[in-house]
């Protein structure tokens, strides 16, 4: 069941719940100045998803680079997962940049995930190559993916 959400960016006054999120998601976590840094970044974009309770259980880090935005970051609370809440936070992302027509987006995933490809593929994400050995804890290859600015019947807003 889907409930209400809240996306908005995040604040340094949301690391303690990003923390909570980021090490029940990632086996090599970012660290909370990771985070802030990124906060504190004017060519970045931070947010996240806020439930009714008013508690994170999501969010979506972006950078911008010459020629394409970087999706640096993308974690939903393990207790939340599977209810569309990383599809709304992509979602937003697309809303947010769309008036960047000329850059593209890229992000890298682990080859073994496969739900998160599969989703980042119902966007418009196509594969494009990969990083051999990038992840520091297990030595696993990233999938690079790229989604072009105008990919075409890719799923929106």
Do not use: C
């Amino acid at each position: 069941m889907m409930l209400e959400l809240e996306l908005r960016r995040l604040e340094l006054a949301d690391l303690d719940a990003i923390e909570r999120i980021e090490r029940a998601s990632y086996p090599t976590p970012w660290s909370r100045s990771m985070f802030a840094s990124e906060l504190a970044k004017p060519s970045s974009l931070s947010f996240g998803a806020v439930d009714e309770t008013g508690a994170l259980v999501g969010y979506l880090v972006l950078s911008r680079y010459v020629d394409a935005w970087h999706v640096m970051n993308v974690a939903v609370a393990p207790e939340r997962r599977r209810q569309g809440i990383a599809s709304a936070l992509l979602r937003r992302l697309l809303e947010l940049t769309k008036e960047d027509a000329l850059r593209g987006y890229t992000l890298e995933v682990r080859v073994s995930n496969t739900a998160a490809i599969r989703l980042y593929e119902r966007f418009g994400f196509r594969r494009r190559g990969v990083r051999r050995g990038y992840y520091t804890d297990n030595r696993e290859d990233a999938l690079i993916m790229w989604r072009e600015a105008d990919s075409a019947g890719a799923e929106s807003a």
